[in-house]
């Protein structure tokens, strides 16, 4: 039985570790509490102490806004802790799966980005990602790191349940219809890690992983409430906005869109479309 270390386990994708990891060996998961990625003391005594066969780092800073603030934490635990565990991941020889965004890029191609194409983060955020990507890849251990985009799921902090929530509480909703992306669920994140770690497929790299399709965040809300009329007691009217319209304190990429062609040839490993995807994820 391989032993895994996850850390995260109560985000988004991390809850879905939990479950879709199981079959590949015993799962040792970590909350906040027992692993904070802002200690590097403690990442090291955690992998010391779990002596695991793989490390699955499912936590990071993700509040996008709050990290124009807060750009030291952001890069503690999104930048340096990767590189800490990248580093005793190498001596030690563990595999490393980590996860990065759409949020390493400008934004300004007209096409879906390859992993190819060079980043240029526009907020605090990206730029701690992408320093944590190159954390790991300079260590030189077995990693494979996921760029995922707009992640939702019926668990954690999200766009898909802020949106149930407020459908029933106004009578309208603005949202921007000038920011392009793949809406994907952190159940199919986790279910193709999982597939990833696999014996015989075994990608190894950077990925990018993501739905099929692309939507704006008006038309994935123009889809929620077409999928969730069941579930709601409310219909508030949806009103297209322009970015500029909606300001927030870290800027975001126009275009999210991630080519995920890369492990669809080398893995055989394919999320199907945000649609089919978010119809899945509502019949829970
Ligand atoms: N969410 C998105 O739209 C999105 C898009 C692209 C890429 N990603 C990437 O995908 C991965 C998974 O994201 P997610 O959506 O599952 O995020 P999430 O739901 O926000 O979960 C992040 C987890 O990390 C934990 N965490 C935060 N700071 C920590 C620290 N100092 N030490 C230990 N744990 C800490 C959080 O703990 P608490 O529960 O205690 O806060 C939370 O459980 C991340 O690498 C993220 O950057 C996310």
Not at 31 to 36: G, I, S, T
Not at 105 to 118: I, L, Q, V
Not at 180 to 195: D, K, V, Y
Request: proline share 5%.
């Amino acid at each position: 039985m391989k032993r895994i270390l996850l850390t995260g386990k109560n985000g988004q994708v991390g809850w879905e570790l939990q479950r879709t990891l199981a079959p590949l060996g015993e799962v040792i998961a970590l909350d906040r509490e027992k692993l904070d990625l802002a200690y590097a003391d403690t990442i090291l005594a955690a992998i010391r102490t779990v002596n695991p066969d793989i490390i699955v780092n499912a936590a990071a800073y993700t509040a996008v806004d709050q990290a124009e603030n807060e750009t030291s934490l952001a890069m503690r635990v999104n930048a340096e802790a990767p590189g800490v565990m990248a580093e005793e991941a190498r001596k030690r020889g563990i595999q490393l799966v980590h996860y990065s965004t759409d949020y390493v890029f400008d934004g300004t191609k007209d096409s879906p980005y390859g992993e190819d194409d060079t980043p240029a983060p526009i907020n605090a955020y990206g730029r701690s990602k992408l320093a944590g990507e190159q954390a790991i890849q300079a260590t030189g251990c077995r990693h494979l790191i996921f760029r995922t985009s707009w992640v939702y799921g019926m668990h954690g902090k999200n766009f898909l349940r802020t949106m149930l929530r407020l459908a029933e509480e106004r009578e309208e909703l603005r949202i921007v219809d000038d920011q392009f992306g793949a809406p994907t669920w952190s159940r199919l994140i986790a279910e193709a890690t999982a597939l990833a770690l696999a014996p015989h497929r075994e990608p190894e790299g950077l990925y990018h992983l993501a739905s099929a399709g692309h939507t704006s965040w008006h038309g994935f809300t123009e889809a929620i409430l077409g999928l969730s009329r069941n579930l709601r007691t409310r219909e508030p009217s949806l009103t297209a906005i322009p970015t500029r319209e909606y300001p927030l304190p870290a800027k975001r990429p126009f275009n999210s869109r991630l080519a995920c062609d890369r492990l669809a040839q080398e893995a055989s490993i394919q999320l199907p479309d945000w649609r089919v995807a978010l119809g899945l994820c509502l019949d829970r």
